[in-house]
Nanobody
Framework: QVQLVESGGGLVQPGGSLKLSCAASGGIFSIRAMAWYRQAPGKQRESVATITSGGSTAYADRVKGRFTISRDNAKNTVYLQMNSLKPEDTAVYYC?????????WGQGTQVTVSS
């Protein structure tokens, strides 16, 4: 059974950094795009960053220049380095993995940016 296990969330002060990880296991094959989404209380889930199998990346405007997405194909893992965090980055962050067959979601990890 495919599982996506996220880690790295937590409480950080404004201006701080966090690195999220999401490892896919359980016989997942033919991974194409990997991505991070987030959902703040009372808001819709939104795309944060995407990385293709070839390494091309795309970012939401509000995180460009602050967040960096990367992946380790050998480990089926996607990362999100978040710098210069702002209170408005507070949300539950979800990883998403798309294969040739279907997409999978992680359980979410809470990121709270507060002084």
């Amino acid at each position: 059974q495919v599982q996506l296990v996220e880690s790295g969330g937590g409480l950080v002060q404004p201006g701080g950094s966090l690195k999220l990880s999401c490892a896919a296991s359980g016989g997942i094959f033919s991974i194409r795009a990997m991505a991070w989404y987030r959902q703040a209380p009372g808001k819709q889930r939104e795309s944060v960053a995407t990385i293709t199998s070839g390494g091309s990346t795309a970012y939401a405007d509000r995180v460009k220049g602050r967040f960096t997405i990367s992946r380790d194909n050998a480990k089926n893992t996607v990362y999100l380095q978040m710098n210069s965090l702002k209170p408005e980055d507070t949300a539950v962050y979800y990883c998403n993995v798309e294969t040739a067959i279907r997409g999978y979601w992680g359980q979410g990890t809470q990121v709270t940016v507060s002084s």
